[in-house]
């Protein structure tokens, strides 16, 4: 018979509790499972381990949470902030519009441009409405804002708009949610379509239906429940190389994500349910550096355009072209250098390069970046509160350098043919 099949073999624990109004403190003086021949002294064990509770014999699937908020339903948001005729027809085009691109349909070339991340929704506003002037001349891309509420961090820091919009470690999450669906609903109406990073699954159930183009960050493409995500998400996807520079989990990514899927998910009133999806054919690999070194040079480019072509086949086709980063490791982590990628991106193409669809530049109405305050007091006006970004009047040089050198790359390979 098993130790665990014997009616002895029982948790049993001697303790003493002393409470106080401040503080609750835990001598715990023996544990044993008699039966599996364990005996442990607890007078050695960790302060943070004793206050769990777990010598009290609590419920053991919360030993670590102090506080559960309910969260609002995604079809209440949807309901309460619904996307307007334009806001729709917005998403649509401009989905369809990368769609073609993806597909060799078009030869312009995608960019996503914006803050590194939103912190103060009216600058975000005011950011969409000089892009949406300078769109009107860039004829040869389809320029789509980059509108990022969430950040992944290394280890600690202010994680997005969405998770804790006062910055203050207050973590709002429904006032999060609401701000971001209503700015997104905004800057979609006013006819700009935006390009959001899906950093958890949850979120998308509110936000999807206003997004035109996601991504998969560095630290999250090798993750399995964001390749299912992918797969089921409506609108193109683009998946990150690796920290390291690798690209082999961005392109495993792109294989597992154009594939159906079932997971673990939540509807739209909020319950847990099994996601079925069919696959998502509409993807990409992003270029954006790593820790050994940049690569947006040309050899990188084509090298990366070739193993996309391995994985493609007759069911489930992929253009062999990458999206390049300007930023991050691609920029060494310096604002100023992110011109000097735009540049080599623009050379490349005016040598008639097949193998660049896209670029990500950061971007906002001032340059540089400030320390996460805590609190909005003393925030500098249009300032990146994460990565250093360039300034609008750069950014605006950049657009028009990278118009022109597609259209150059038209000039010199013709325009796509239909097949």
């Not at 506080?67 to 369809?96: C, G, H, M, N, W």
């Not at 490349?348 to 805590?374: C, D, F, H, R």
């Amino acid at each position: 018979m098993s130790p665990l099949d014997d009616d002895t073999s029982v948790l049993s624990t001697r303790t003493v509790y002393e409470e106080h109004s401040d503080d609750l403190r835990v001598e715990a003086r023996s544990l044993k499972f008699e039966g599996l021949g364990v005996h442990r002294s607890l007078s050695s064990a960790s302060p943070a381990f004793l206050s769990t509770g777990f010598a009290s014999g609590s419920d053991t699937s919360k030993l670590r949470f102090y506080l559960i908020d309910p969260l609002a339903s995604p079809a209440l948001l949807r309901s309460e902030i619904p996307l307007s005729f334009t806001s729709k027809q917005t998403v649509s085009v401009s989905r369809l519009a990368i769609a073609d691109v993806l597909a060799g349909i078009s030869d312009k070339v995608v960019v996503i441009v914006g803050p590194c991340s939103i912190h103060n929704p009216q600058e975000a506003k005011e950011y969409a409405a000089l892009l949406k002037q300078a769109s009107k001349g860039l004829e040869y891309l389809v320029v789509i804002m980059r509108a990022y509420f969430e950040k992944p961090r290394t280890t600690v820091g202010w994680k997005g708009l969405i998770n804790d919009p006062e910055i203050d470690g207050s973590y709002s999450i429904n006032a999060g949610l609401r701000l971001a669906r209503t700015l997104l609903s905004e800057i979609t109406h006013s006819g700009v379509p935006v390009g959001c990073e899906l950093l958890d699954t949850i979120s998308p159930q509110f936000l999807s239906d206003c997004i035109s183009w996601g991504a998969i960050g560095a630290r999250t493409t090798e993750s399995q429940l964001h390749r299912e995500l992918a797969s089921g998400m409506s609108f193109p996807v683009g998946f990150k190389n690796g920290t390291d520079g690798g690209l082999t989990v961005a392109v495993d990514a792109m294989r597992s994500a154009s594939h159906p899927h079932a997971f673990l998910g939540v509807t739209k009133s909020g319950l847990a349910a099994i996601v079925r999806t069919k696959g998502n054919q509409d993807l990409h690999v992003i270029l954006r550096g790593g820790s050994k070194g940049t690569n947006y040079d040309a050899e990188s480019v084509q090298s990366a355009a070739q193993q996309v072509q391995k994985i493609s086949s007759t069911d489930i086709p992929f253009l062999p072209a990458v999206m390049i980063d300007c930023s991050h490791a691609n920029s060494r982590k310096d604002h100023n250098n992110q011109p000097k990628v735009i540049a080599s991106v623009c050379e490349q193409l005016k040598k008639g390069e097949k193998g660049i669809l896209g670029v990500m530049i950061e971007s906002n109405l001032e340059a540089g970046s400030q320390k996460t305050p805590n609190g909005k007091n003393g925030l500098k006006r249009g300032v990146s509160i994460t990565d250093a970004c360039v300034d609008w009047k750069t950014t605006q040089t950049m657009l028009k350098d990278l118009n022109e050198a597609v259209k150059a790359r038209r000039a010199l390979n013709g325009a796509p043919k239909l097949h």
